[in-house]
């Protein structure tokens, strides 16, 4: 099976997640990148008038996998806006999908997070990974905007998210 690993990383924790993701199942490592910087003002932006960055690499270059495996933030309980390219090229071009994140979760849980993912690609995900980093800081049982932001995620807690992470994606019938 051939495995993209795409990702979109504002504090390069989910950047993390996914080298560690590809390195393990042996998968291309697709870094998104944006045309011009994001700042906390752009992205409060984007999200607030559903803003879509120009992004680079096109997302047609995806087309060559049975499995596209999405690492980005969750912003203001929305999917980060750079995969917004990616999610409208999947609703024209049905792909196997899923949606692995490392997000702040000061705010709480990310309830609509799996009807978005369906609404913007057209198609159920095969596999959700919504982790918060607010349940990875140990010290501070009640952290702050502030703490979960600049959390940097470890080698060890990359390897047990993608250890879940491909553990799930064992029990796919696509997979293998």
């Given at each position: 099976m051939d495995i993209a690993i795409v990702s979109y990383s504002y504090t390069g924790n989910n950047d993390v997640l996914a080298e560690c993701v590809a390195r393990d199942l042996s998968a291309k490592h697709i870094k998104i990148t944006v045309?011009?910087?994001?700042?906390?003002?752009?992205?409060?932006?984007?999200?607030?008038?559903?803003?879509?960055?120009k992004v680079h690499p096109d997302p047609d270059s995806l087309r060559q996998y049975d499995l596209i495996l999405f690492c980005a933030p969750v912003w203001m309980g929305h999917v980060a806006s750079p995969l917004r390219t990616y999610f409208r090229y999947l609703k024209s071009n049905p792909q196997s999908y899923g949606f692995l994140s490392i997000s702040g979760g000061a705010d709480g849980e990310n309830p609509k997070l799996y009807r978005e993912l369906l609404k913007?690609?057209?198609?159920?995900?095969?596999?959700?990974?919504?982790?918060?980093?607010?349940?990875?800081?140990?010290l501070n049982s009640n952290p702050t905007r502030k703490d979960t932001s600049a959390y940097k995620i470890s080698e060890m807690e990359a390897k047990r998210l993608s250890a879940a992470a491909i553990k799930e994606i064992n029990k796919l019938s696509i997979h293998g």
């Open positions: 045309q011009k910087p994001m700042t906390m003002g752009t992205i409060i932006v984007d999200m607030v008038f559903a803003r879509t960055p913007r690609t057209g198609a159920k995900p095969v596999i959700v990974l919504d982790q918060h980093i607010k349940d990875l800081i140990s």
